[in-house]
């Protein structure tokens, strides 16, 4: 969570916040004996894990390659163009 907030993908720390709810709930009724529960609880934390990792690294690799084609195009396609020496 650390991470996802620190980089500025809110998305990804927003869908955070609901697995780690789902990983509390999921402990709280594998020790009360409610075994069935904390399956349900353990399987909507993951999905929501790996829903947030997945934006997580989208982020990143569009961040990635906006950062490579700035550098190889020159910044041309910002509309920033080179001055030509004479």
Not at 28 to 38: K, L, M, P, Q, V
Not at 51 to 64: G, H, N, Q, R, W
Request: net charge negative.
């Amino acid at each position: 969570m650390v991470v996802c907030f620190c980089t500025g993908n809110l998305v990804a720390f927003v869908c955070l916040i609901p697995a780690l709810i789902f990983s509390l709930s999921s402990g709280c009724a594998s020790n009360s004996g409610d075994y069935e529960t904390a399956a349900t609880y353990g399987k909507a934390s993951c999905c929501c894990l790996l829903f947030s990792v997945t934006i997580y690294m989208i982020a990143v690799l569009v961040a990635i390659i906006f950062v490579i084609l700035i550098f190889t195009t020159g910044l041309a396609f910002l509309g920033i163009a080179k001055e030509e020496v004479a």
